[in-house]
């Protein structure tokens, strides 16, 4: 399409606008886009903003490919039509809305509830905002047949965005992703939208949730002994000026936690995120401010969570005394340990429990898995994959816990979704339990590779914008599976996944077997050497990411300097074979 072509359309969609039954100030930006900035009026207005699987994500501003209370709008009235479809049996269809501290998440939680009560629905709107698991334990609490986040997660503070829920609780996955979909596309005027006012079937909710859901928080607690003799434990938390910095702390007082630190300039709610550039505790300068408040205090740990605390970042000591960040992978395996480990110490295993892993974190948690003789589930990467798996699981199995290598973890069923607030309660009951045999957390780490073997991890994400990057990286992907490597940095491929494809094969015996997952396009590559190189590009963003994953021997901790530095240096090495270095 040629640009004056594209202008001319955007120009039309735009006017619409300005004639539609909108909001004078919605019109009053529109016209200022339209007489002022041409570039701005095509990004608002070239494409709708797509309803995707997961929901909406987008920049907030005017216009059909923003995020403003008519494209929120849009997709309540859809979502809302397919509810209605699906429980037309209930007298009373029942949903819950949260929001977290982004700028104009409020007024959008708000027109959500509103719409949902406007098509005869009874709606617990929280009162302030909260963590998103907190949302997701709300919708089982409640009894209702879905629900609505409106967060961003840890994206820039330009954007925000709208995740869809359940009955079960769960993040919305096939057939009801797909299926809602389509009810949003077929919402084609703002006329269409009810927003006429019912508040009467909105009901407020707050306090009392949070008690019931810090309570439950509480009652997963493995030792609540070792917390009564370590409670003056260290901590320093930091919410990123986001969700947790009220219900972290309380669930970690409620555990009996007594010496929890603040970061002051973070507790302060902004959804422009003024100490950070940006709010994802993946990234170490987000635990900057949270490091040095460690190191002033001499704190045993430090945790930080994002924006919607369903994420969290956990720094401690290394061997040599200084604050070093844990990746995912390691704060899973941590997690992980300990929970089985008091599970059987506890004598709760009984042979029917289980844990659930992404295909992208560590396989580390595999190994643990099986000394312990528990059934572990391997799912495509979201945690709504996870949510799916405790689901079709429910009465027959146990979950224990869960998590995927980007920060997320899970504990227990009330919740499902990945749930920072009770994964900040377990890293410091986890590290009560280590100090109390004398150890800090990264040590226990050390122990836990001495036992199973050195897991190293990595990933690399390589941006192509636009859709010369689109399709450059479709055409990796496909070089890949057409072509795959025979050695990777000199070791076998002995053992290929293609989940596009539900294959999983070894090239030297040509043995395949059918891989039970959704159909995806990601490739894993494992070698004879214990290597693990994962690819997929990203649902959201234009990239394509790739997954390392290296293993030695770690017989004392005296080499954990050297056997670190050549897994680093290996995974360099890998990337280089395969010419993304």
Not at 115 to 139: C, H, M, Q
Not at 201 to 212: A, P
Not at 370 to 377: A, C, D, G, I, S
Not at 528 to 545: L, M
Request: proline fraction near 3%; glycine fraction near 8%; charged fraction near 30%.
């Amino acid at each position: 399409m040629g640009n004056d072509t594209l202008l001319t359309e955007v120009k039309a969609k735009a006017h619409l606008w300005l004639e539609g039954n909108y909001d004078d100030e919605t019109k009053k930006q529109v016209k200022y886009l339209l007489e002022n900035d041409e570039k701005e009026l095509i990004e608002s207005f070239y494409r709708d903003l797509e309803f995707g699987t997961g929901g909406l994500r987008g920049i907030m501003g005017v216009g059909t490919n923003r995020m403003n209370i008519y494209t929120v709008g849009a997709a309540t009235q859809g979502l809302s039509n397919y509810i209605k479809a699906n429980f037309s049996h209930l007298k009373q269809v029942k949903v819950a809305v949260a929001h977290d501290s982004r700028n104009n998440s409020r007024l959008f939680a708000e027109k959500t509830a509103e719409i949902f009560a406007a098509n005869g629905f009874k709606v617990y709107l929280f009162d302030s905002l909260r963590p998103t698991p907190e949302l997701s334990f709300a919708i089982r609490h409640f009894g209702c047949q879905s629900g609505v986040v409106i967060t961003a997660s840890h994206n820039p503070k330009e954007y925000n965005g709208y995740k869809a829920y359940w009955e079960d609780g769960g993040q919305v996955i096939s057939p009801h992703d797909k299926n809602i979909i389509d009810e949003v596309l077929k919402i084609k005027s703002v006329d269409e939208i009810k927003f006429t006012d019912k508040k009467d079937n909105i009901e407020m909710i707050g306090e009392k949730v949070d008690e019931i859901y810090t309570q439950m928080i509480k009652d997963l607690s493995l030792a609540p002994e070792v917390i009564e003799r370590q409670k003056d434990l260290k901590i320093v938390y930091t919410p990123i000026h986001g969700t947790g910095v009220k219900l972290v702390p309380m669930a970690l007082k409620k555990l009996g936690f007594t010496n929890i630190y603040n970061v002051p300039e973070q507790d302060v709610v902004s959804g422009d995120f003024p100490t950070v550039y940006s709010p994802n505790p993946e990234e170490t300068a987000a635990l900057k401010m949270a490091i040095e408040k460690a190191e002033q205090v001499n704190a045993d740990i430090v945790m930080a969570t994002d924006p919607d605390a369903d994420r969290v970042g956990v720094a401690t000591k290394d061997n040599h005394g200084e604050f070093v960040i844990l990746n995912g992978n390691q704060t899973a395996a941590l997690l992980t340990n300990y929970l089985l480990k008091k599970w059987k110490d506890n004598g709760k295993l009984k042979g029917k429990e289980f844990i659930v892993k992404t295909i992208v974190t560590t396989e580390l948690i595999v190994d643990i898995a099986n000394k312990y003789k528990v059934e572990y589930f391997d799912v495509l990467t979201g945690f709504k994959f996870i949510a799916d798996i405790i689901l079709k699981n429910e009465g027959k199995k146990t979950f224990i816990g869960g998590g995927e290598e980007s920060y997320g973890f899970l504990i227990g069923d009330s919740v499902r979704d990945k749930d920072a607030v009770s994964a900040c309660s377990l890293v410091a009951e986890t590290a009560a339990w280590a100090k109390d045999q004398g150890k800090s957390l990264f040590e226990l780490l050390i122990e836990i590779y001495k036992e199973y073997g050195f897991y190293l991890e990595d990933l690399l994400s390589v941006v192509k914008k636009g859709k010369e990057g689109s399709e450059e990286i479709q055409k990796m992907m496909e070089n890949f599976r057409s072509n795959p490597p025979k050695t990777i940095n000199g070791s076998e491929v002995t053992r290929i996944s293609d989940y596009l494809l539900q294959e999983d094969k070894e090239p030297g015996t040509g043995k395949k077997e059918v891989i039970n997952l959704p159909k995806s396009n990601v490739l894993q590559f494992y070698t004879a050497d214990g290597s693990k190189i994962s690819i997929r590009p990203s649902g959201t963003e234009p990239k394509i990411k790739f997954y390392f994953g290296v293993k030695a021997e770690l017989n004392s901790v005296n080499e954990f300097d050297s056997i670190h530095e050549k897994l680093k240096a290996k995974i360099e090495s890998i990337k280089k074979d395969l010419n993304l270095s």
